[in-house]
Every structure is written in C-alpha cells, then in structure tokens.
C-alpha cells in the first residue's frame, strides 16, 4: 500500500511563494507519474502539474511559468515550488502518484489510486 503525506502549505500574499513537498512510502513503480492537484471550494479537482519517471514535466496552463514541479526518485518525494502566487491560486492541494506510467493524459483522475491528505494554499489579495 502506498501512502503520501504532503507538507508545506499555508497564508501568502499574493505575489508570494511556497513549496509544497510530497513524500511516498510503500512500493512505488518506477514508471509512476507523481503528480499535483488542486481543489477549490464548488469546483473539481484540478491538474497542476505532473513529473513523469523519465523526467518530463507538464504543467497547466494556468500555473506556467510560475510554479516548478520536481521529483526526487530516490526519496520518492516530489515537491512543488510555486511562485508568483495569486488569490485563484487558493485551493487545497493534493499529491497523488499513478499505479504504472499515466500516459499522454496525466490530470484523468483515474490514473490516480493514491493520493495524499491534501494541504492548503491560501492567497490573500
């Protein structure tokens, strides 16, 4: 059984940064995507970014250039800088790793049978 526990959330004002850290225990495949969502209040969970094994990276386009997604595959941590944050930034955020590799789509939920407890991020205006 794999478990996520994630850490690094809180306040900023926007303009600000944080990092967000998500480390796994329990046996991982080594083709796994780890990757970040987010939730805010009323709407669906959201794809942030995902760090492919080989060392690909995606992002949404709504946080480009702004946040960094990186993976340590000998921790079995991932880690989510994010700069530049704004007020829609505010959501809950959620690490989750994939089963095997997640394919072309890496934000379909289903991919995604493990997932953290999720911390908050909130930006203040």
């Known amino acids: 059984q794999v478990q996520l526990a994630e850490s690094g959330g809180g306040s900023v004002q926007a303009g600000g940064s944080l990092r967000l850290s998500c480390a796994a225990s329990?046996?991982?495949?080594?083709?796994?995507?780890m990757s970040w969502f987010r939730q805010a209040p009323g709407k669906e969970r959201e794809g942030v970014a995902t760090?492919?094994?080989?060392?690909?990276?995606i992002y949404a386009d709504s946080v480009k250039g702004r946040f960094t997604i990186s993976r340590d595959n000998a921790k079995n941590t991932v880690y989510l800088q994010m700069n530049m944050l704004k007020p829609e930034d505010t959501a809950m955020y959620y690490c989750?790793?994939?089963?095997?590799?997640?394919?072309?789509?890496?934000?379909?939920?289903?991919?995604?049978?493990?997932w953290g407890q999720g911390t908050q991020v909130t930006v203040s205006s």
């Open positions: 329990g046996y991982t495949d080594s083709r796994a995507c």
């Open positions: 760090a492919y094994s080989g060392g690909s990276l």
């Open positions: 989750a790793t994939s089963r095997e590799w997640c394919g072309a789509y890496p934000f379909l939920l289903r991919h995604y049978p493990y």
